[in-house]
């Protein structure tokens, strides 16, 4: 029962999402106007805006103007409920779980706006630096000066790269890398960027390899720095054990 309510209460937190990944890039306030059909402007009723439901009910379309709406909307909802529900079959229930479900918050906007914009919101990452640096002062890491040196380490790192790939780098990911850094520590963030760096040359390589993007075409890295991040913190020490084995076996 208590993971069908999770489950519920992050498709609602991922239509959240989709508005302040959608509107804050571009100065818009996420409290109004009220959603409405970027095609006919109608205005979205309640029971349009039922995560996931609504959008299949309808069709994927407008039930004004019949345009079809972004399957962005549910994907990032239908995420957002899952990983919300993953957490805690991962980590067990702990306290830790507060910083889960904040990162995973975090994430799924970014994911949004990186995605939608090719842009990391200074404002999304500002304030959520302020709730990290309040969850890690109750529950810091061991030892907890660790969220201190991941977060240096973490961009500086990435500003190193910024600066020998001239531009490689975008400014938005070396910030929310540092956050990363800050959150998960030294170990954990070195394992995420390796994962993120690997997930989007593999992605980037299919792409170019099926002729789904230009070969110098930049990509959103955003996802991909969640898709390792959220891999790293869930299964570090598994990973770890498989590499420390198979080095052993070599």
């Known amino acids: 029962m208590i993971i069908l309510v999770i489950f519920i209460y992050g498709l609602i937190l991922g239509s959240f999402f ?3 990944g959608l509107r804050v890039p571009v100065k818009k306030s996420i409290i109004a106007p009220r959603s409405a059909c970027p095609n006919c402007s109608h205005q979205l009723r309640a029971f349009e805006l039922i995560p996931v439901l609504s959008y299949i009910i309808q069709g994927g379309k407008c039930r004004q103007c019949q345009t079809r709406i ?11 409920g899952l990983l919300f529900v993953s957490a805690p079959l991962l980590l067990g229930w702990t306290l830790e779980l507060i910083v889960a479900w904040t990162l995973i918050s975090l994430f ?32 810091p890491l061991s030892p907890w000066w660790d ?26 990911d070396i910030k929310l890398f540092a956050l990363v850094g800050f ?8 394992l995420s960027f390796f994962l993120a760096t690997l997930f989007g040359a593999f992605v980037g390589g299919i792409g170019i390899l099926f002729k789904l993007t230009e070969r110098k075409k930049p990509i959103p890295f955003g996802p991909f720095i969640a898709v390792g991040t959220l891999t ?14 198979f080095l052993a076996g070599v």
């Open 108 to 139: 799924m906007i970014i994911f949004v706006s990186d995605i939608t914009y090719m842009l990391i919101p200074d404002k999304v990452l500002l304030v959520f630096a302020g709730i990290f640096l309040l969850e890690r002062l109750i529950l």
């Open 18 to 20: 989709n508005v302040v």
């Open 70 to 80: 972004s399957p962005l909307y549910p994907i990032v909802e239908l995420m957002t």
């Open 147 to 172: 969220s201190l040196l991941g977060g240096v380490i973490a961009f500086f790192l990435l500003f190193l790269i910024a600066i020998v790939s001239r531009g490689g780098m975008g400014g938005g």
């Open 232 to 245: 790293a913190y869930y299964f570090y020490e598994p990973i770890l054990s498989f590499y420390l084995s």
């Open 183 to 190: 959150v998960v520590g030294t170990k954990v963030f070195l």
